[in-house]
């Protein structure tokens, strides 16, 4: 009996000083802060409402969209991203440095309160369709600080808030949620400047489910057949051949087919009309890209000043001479609502 108490109270002692002690760490569960809250409120969102993100190299930026009180989804905010690392273009082997372009499905598994780089969710790569095509990689994550190796860098305080809303999103029901990786805003000043890039066919196939968003402001569903992605109104069950590779198979008529049609047709005229009258961008760069808000500090301040605004650590700016070296030096690029 005397036993049994010593080991009881041992556990006890032990619990105890678990929720007590040094490593205790309540980063994940930090609440959305209030500023943010008024916006949602503004909006007519809450908290439990389900949201998708977005992220766009060529701007550095990702945006958190949710699904407001009219049931379409609405932009909430959008976010300037420290670093990411490769070139405009899908990743495809273990090692490139590129970040992923795509669509991801984040599920509850996929968020890492214990990060290295603070907080973390992983975007799932590689994903069905990439996985058939035969490309490599893992541990493809959004995450803190400003370094890159194939990942997106918010800085801690950007993916702290990032991770918060996705946590009650998830915490209330939402079984994932869509993350669109894009090269670019899916404008048509942006393809036409692209249009010699030998990733457009890609860029193309992403931006039928961008397109298909802006016309349902619905997260499209997603599937992958014929070796490319093929998205579905969501409202639909998304349907595709068991193959990602294989041929792709016959699907009933949607009313938002015409709509979508007709944004693209307007869209590749405007492509057109541009390309006619302007010359194609150079993509000529070292190594990924940084917000210009960040390549400001870095530029004025120095890297490790930076990574102490950042991560309020050690953490290094990755590639600094190549954030600096990155071509898209414009001035802050203004939020756009209409793709």
């Known amino acids: 009996m005397n036993l049994l108490r010593i080991v009881l109270m041992a556990l006890l002692s032990a619990l105890l000083a678990g929720c007590i ?43 958190i969209w949710k699904r407001d009180r009219s049931g379409r989804y609405a932009l909430l905010k959008t976010y300037p991203m420290c670093r990411w690392s490769g070139r405009l273009g899908p990743k495809t082997r273990e090692g ?11 599920t509850p598994g996929l968020m890492n309160p214990r990060s290295q780089f603070y907080l973390a969710f992983n975007l799932g790569y590689p994903n069905q369709l990439e996985e058939a095509l035969g490309y490599s990689g893992s541990a493809l994550m959004v995450h ?5 190796a194939g990942c997106y860098a918010m800085t801690n305080d950007g993916i702290a ?31 036409a400047e692209h249009r010699d890039d030998p990733n457009m066919a890609f860029w193309r196939n992403l931006k039928e489910g961008t397109d298909l968003f802006a016309v349902t402001r619905q997260p499209p569903n997603v599937a992958a057949c014929g070796g490319r992605y093929r998205f579905t109104p969501g409202s639909q069950p998304g349907e595709a051949a068991a193959d990602p590779l294989a041929p792709c198979p ?23 009309l541009l390309s006619a009258s302007s010359p194609p961008v150079s993509t000529a760069y070292v190594d990924g890209g940084m917000h210009p808000s960040f390549r400001e500090i870095l530029r004025k301040a120095g890297p ?36």
């Open 21 to 63: 002690g040094s490593d205790y760490d309540d980063r994940a569960d930090v609440p959305i802060p209030p500023k943010l809250m008024q916006q949602m409120a503004a909006k007519g969102m809450s908290p439990a409402d389900p949201i998708m993100v977005r992220i766009y190299k060529r701007e550095s930026e990702l945006e």
């Open 250 to 272: 016959l699907m009933m008529p949607d009313p938002a087919e015409d709509a979508v049609a007709g944004k693209r047709a307007r869209d590749d005229e405007t492509i057109a």
């Open 144 to 148: 803190g600080a400003c370094t890159s």
């Open 161 to 191: 808030e990032v991770y918060a809303v996705a946590r009650e999103a998830l915490a209330a029901g939402q079984p994932s949620f869509q993350v669109q990786a894009l090269p670019f805003r899916m404008t048509p000043a942006n393809f």
């Open 96 to 106: 490139d440095r590129q970040a992923p372009e795509g669509f991801y499905a984040v």
């Open 304 to 339: 490790e000043r930076l990574s102490a605004l950042t991560s309020g650590s050690k953490i290094e700016v990755s590639r600094p001479e190549a954030a600096l070296a990155d071509p898209f030096k414009g001035g802050e690029v203004a939020s756009y609502d209409g793709d």
